[in-house]
T-cell receptor, first 113, second 114 residues
Framework: KQEVTQIPAALSVPEGENLVLNCSFT??????LQWFRQDPGKGLTSLLL?????REQTSGRLNASLDKSSGRSTLYIAASQPGDSATYLC????????????FGAGTQVVVTP | GAGVSQSPRYKVAKRGQDVALRCDPI?????LFWYQQALGQGPEFLTY????????KSGLPSDRFFAERPEGSVSTLKIQRTQQEDSAVYLC????????????FGQGTRLTVV
């Protein structure tokens, strides 16, 4: 059974510092991995989608890497801003269960001015 | 509409009451998913549709939970005889194809059972 873990559970950094968020998964048979952002009381906003054949994806200040063989993905956010404060979730889609995204519990990020 | 729309945004139900939660996916999206999110946790899969076909309902916690998508567009998640443990945020997502394109989520419906 796929298990997705995100460490740390919470993170506080001063504005301008780079953020590094980690996601690990136990079953490397994945189709893709997706990073989301969730603001309090809101739904999920898709940030980046990495297919299993890709090593990384970039969008603006965000960069996500994927090492499928070791079951790890890392989300980097450069030059953090207070507006980056949110919970960040990673989710994997397994090759044997197309319809199901398996989520981690998230990393709660606070960026202080 | 531009995104996935869910209604109502908030629902308070008395224990034992039936509730119906609605999801309008992004126009043209074939796949539709329902998730349940407890406070402080990541979303948990409930069920998945491809067009009108319910292909996976393995995450539905009991036979009190029922989902449908009769015309392959709008979907309804129904919970019968609600219990306090059903209190959660129910999230709906849609994607353009079954296999692997981005899932786009709605704002969710927060259900509180009192």
């Amino acid at each position: 059974k796929q298990e997705v873990t995100q460490i740390p559970a919470a993170l506080s950094v001063p504005e301008g510092e780079n953020l590094v968020l980690n996601c690990s998964f136990t079953d490397s048979a994945i189709y893709n991995l997706q990073w989301f952002r969730q603001d309090p009381g809101k739904g999920l906003t898709s940030l980046l989608l990495i297919q299993s054949s890709q090593r990384e994806q970039t969008s603006g200040r965000l960069n996500a890497s994927l090492d499928k063989s070791s079951g790890r993905s890392t989300l980097y956010i450069a030059a953090s801003q207070p507006g980056d404060s949110a919970t960040y979730l990673c989710a994997v889609r397994g090759t044997d269960s197309w319809g199901k995204l398996q989520f981690g519990a998230g990393t709660q990020v606070v960026v202080t001015p | 509409g531009a995104g996935v729309s869910q209604s109502p945004r908030y629902k308070v139900a008395k224990r034992g009451q039936d509730v119906a939660l609605r999801c309008d996916p992004i126009s043209g999206h074939v796949s539709l998913f329902w998730y349940q999110q407890a406070l402080g946790q990541g979303p948990e899969f409930l069920t998945y549709f491809q067009n009108e076909a319910q292909l996976d309902k393995s995450g539905l916690p009991s036979d009190r939970f029922f989902a449908e998508r009769p015309e392959g567009s709008v979907s309804t998640l129904k919970i019968q005889r609600t219990q306090q443990e059903d209190s959660a945020v129910y999230l709906c997502a849609s994607s353009l194809e079954d296999r692997g394109l981005e899932a786009f989520f709605g704002q969710g419906t927060r259900l509180t059972v009192v």
